[in-house]
């Protein structure tokens, strides 16, 4: 069974310091797909970023980069020199290829950046 | 506005009453998912659609609750003598299908059931 955990449920930083979030899962497909979403304090789920399983190489966007290593199962997510808009509740999430591609999530880490 | 829309976007009913809430995918996706989301956890699958068929449904999926997706446009989730457990957040979550690559979930603004 697919599961994803995210042991940080807060996370409280200062305006422009660096901050990673984890991500670890666990699963039994060889093919699977890995998310970050965002949920701002409005509700909506902001899709962030997608890797697949074969692809390990890590990705920046900006100020965010991802960092997905199969050996230890965790997909971390950082952002560099937070912003106060970078306050949210960031998700977590597993889809595997045999399973419909539904995502399985992780219960969330709510970030806040204080000014 | 091109992403996925749903309807209401709030919902307050009295225990033992049916809801239904109905959401609108993005037009070119032939995936459309529903989730559920408690307040402090990260949404939880219920149901999805390829096209109008139903391919996958939850255990959370009670026989209270009933989706379609009739013409694989448009779907419906609709609840039957609701519960105070019910009370939530409802996702609806569109995708397509683009030869064999996989496509990211957009999500709608959700859904927020109060039952009193």
């Known amino acids: 069974a697919q599961k994803v955990t995210q042991a940080q449920t807060e996370i409280s930083v200062v305006e422009k310091e660096d901050v990673t979030l984890d991500c670890v899962y666990e699963?039994?497909?060889?093919?699977?797909?890995l998310f970050w979403y965002k949920q701002p304090p409005s509700g909506e789920l902001v899709f962030l970023i997608r890797?697949?399983?074969?692809?390990?190489q890590n990705e920046i966007s900006g100020r965010y980069s991802w960092n997905f290593q199969k050996s230890t199962s965790s997909f971390n997510f950082t952002i560099t020199a937070s912003q106060v808009v970078d306050s949210a509740v960031y998700f977590c999430?597993?889809?595997?290829?045999?399973?419909?591609?539904?995502?399985?999530f992780g219960g969330g880490t709510r970030l806040m950046v204080k000014p | 506005d091109t992403g996925v829309s749903q309807d209401p976007r709030h919902k307050i009913t009295k225990r033992g009453q049916n809801v239904t809430f109905r959401c609108d995918p993005i037009?070119?996706?032939?995936?459309l998912y529903w989730y559920r989301q408690t307040l402090g956890q990260g949404p939880e699958f219920l149901t999805y659609f390829q096209n109008e068929a139903q391919l996958e449904k939850s255990r959370l999926l009670s026989d209270r609750f009933s989706a379609e997706r009739p013409k694989g446009s448009f779907s419906t989730l609709e609840i039957q003598r609701t519960e105070q457990g019910d009370s939530a957040m409802y996702l609806c979550?569109?995708?397509?299908?683009?030869?064999?690559?996989?496509?990211?979930?957009?999500f709608g603004p959700g859904t927020r059931l109060t039952v009193l």
């Open positions: 979550a569109s995708s397509g299908i683009t030869g064999s690559s996989y496509n990211e979930q957009f």
């Open positions: 890797r697949n399983s074969f692809d390990e």
């Open positions: 037009s070119e996706h032939n995936r």
């Open positions: 999430a597993l889809s595997e290829a045999s399973a419909g591609n539904m995502l399985t």
């Open positions: 699963t039994r497909d060889t093919t699977y797909y």
